[in-house]
C-alpha cells in the first residue's frame, strides 16, 4: 500500500513510525510547506511542494496531518480521488469544513479515519458492556504539560488550532460520546495562567455535557508542568459500575461492575492499533471498519464547537434542535 503525507510535522513523523512497521506499507509521497521538513521525512519518498500535487501521485491512502483549519480542502479532494484518508483530529476548525468533510465522505463511499484513537481500544468494548448502554456520569481529566514548542508554532493562533479545547479536551469529548452518545447541551469555562505558553491561550478548560440518554459529562483539560507524570483518564459510572479508564500512557480498566472486579490492560497501543486498523479497512475498502468515522468525528466536533461558544457567551448551549 502506497501511502502519501500532507504534512511533516511531529504527528507525521510519529505515524511514520508505525507504519515502517508494517507488511507492505511504503511511504510513497511527502509534502510539507517546509520543503526541507519535507525531505526529512520523505527518506527516498517523493516530495511535493502542495497538497494537489500529491493527490495526483500514485497512491493507496493519504494522512491529512496538516492544522485542523487546513483539513477540509486535501481530505476532500483525497476523497473524491478515489483515495483512502487517515484525517487527523479534530476533524475541522469549524462547522461547515466538518459537514463538508462528511459529505466528500459519504458521496466517495470510501475510507476514512479521524485520529482519535482512544476509540480503537478493545477495553472500551468491555466498559460498553458493563455500562449495558446506561452511564449515568462520565468524568474525564487530562492534566499535563504542554509539548515543547507548540505555542511558538501554529497551536499558538487558537483560529487555527482551537487551542487545548480542540487539541487535547477533544479527545475526551470523543471518548465520552463513543460511550454516551450524542449531547443534548453543553457548558463550559475556560482559564488562563497555568504557564502553559506565553499567556495568550487559555491553559485550562471545564465542560460540563448533558447526553440525550440523560447521561452526565464532565470535562476537565489544563496544560501545566507541575502535573508529573500527566493524568490521562476516565471515570464511568452507572448502577452496580463504578470504573477507570487509565488512559496515555497505561491503558488499563480497573475498579468494580455488578459484583465482580475488574483489571484489564490493553495489549496495543491504541496509536498503533488505531493506524492498523486503518490500514487493514482500506485494504478491504470497507468504510465502516475504522474506530472513527467522519460522522463520528463530526459529532466531537459539534460539542468542541459548543463548549467554545459556551465559554465566550457564559451561556448554556443547546445541540440537535
Do not use: N
Amino acid at each position: 500500500m502506497r501511502i502519501g503525507l500532507i504534512g511533516a510535522g511531529a504527528i507525521a513523523r510519529r505515524h511514520v513510525a508505525v507504519l515502517s512497521a508494517l507488511d507492505g506499507v511504503e511511504l510513497a509521497a511527502v509534502c510539507d510547506s517546509d520543503p526541507a521538513r519535507a525531505e526529512s521525512l520523505a527518506a527516498g519518498a517523493a516530495v511535493y511542494g502542495s497538497w494537489q500535487e500529491l493527490v495526483e501521485h500514485p497512491l493507496d491512502a493519504v494522512f491529512v496531518c496538516t492544522p485542523p483549519a487546513a483539513h477540509a480542502q486535501p481530505a476532500i479532494a483525497a476523497l473524491r480521488q478515489g483515495l483512502a484518508v487517515y484525517l487527523e483530529k479534530p476533524l475541522a476548525r469549524a462547522g461547515d469544513d466538518g459537514e463538508a468533510i462528511v459529505a466528500a465522505w459519504r458521496e466517495s463511499a470510501g475510507v476514512c479515519a479521524v485520529g482519535y484513537q482512544w476509540r480503537s481500544l478493545e477495553l472500551l468494548g468491555r466498559v460498553r458492556d458493563e455500562l449495558a448502554a446506561a452511564p449515568v456520569m462520565l468524568i474525564s481529566r487530562s492534566l499535563g504539560p504542554t509539548e515543547p514548542g507548540r505555542a511558538a508554532a501554529w497551536f499558538g493562533d487558537p483560529g487555527a488550532s482551537g487551542g487545548i479545547l480542540f487539541e487535547l479536551g477533544s479527545h475526551d469529548i470523543d471518548l465520552q460520546q463513543a460511550l454516551a452518545g450524542p449531547a443534548a447541551s453543553v457548558q463550559a469555562l475556560s482559564g488562563r495562567g497555568l504557564g502553559a505558553g506565553d499567556g495568550a491561550l487559555d491553559d485550562a478548560v471545564a465542560v460540563l455535557v448533558r447526553y440525550t440518554g440523560g447521561c452526565l459529562g464532565v470535562i476537565s483539560v489544563a496544560w501545566t508542568e507541575q502535573q508529573q507524570p500527566p493524568v490521562y483518564e476516565l471515570d464511568a459510572f452507572a448502577p452496580e459500575v463504578a470504573l477507570q479508564l487509565a488512559l496515555d500512557p497505561g491503558f488499563r480498566l480497573a475498579g468494580r461492575a455488578h459484583g465482580s472486579t475488574v483489571d484489564e490492560q490493553e495489549e496495543v497501543d491504541p496509536r498503533t492499533s488505531a493506524l492498523t486498523g486503518f490500514i487493514d479497512a482500506a485494504r478491504r475498502r470497507d468504510p465502516e471498519a475504522v474506530a472513527c468515522t467522519p460522522e463520528d468525528a463530526l459529532g466531537t466536533l459539534r460539542v468542541a464547537l459548543a463548549a467554545e461558544q459556551a465559554i465566550a457567551s457564559g451561556e448554556t448551549v443547546r445541540l440537535g434542535g
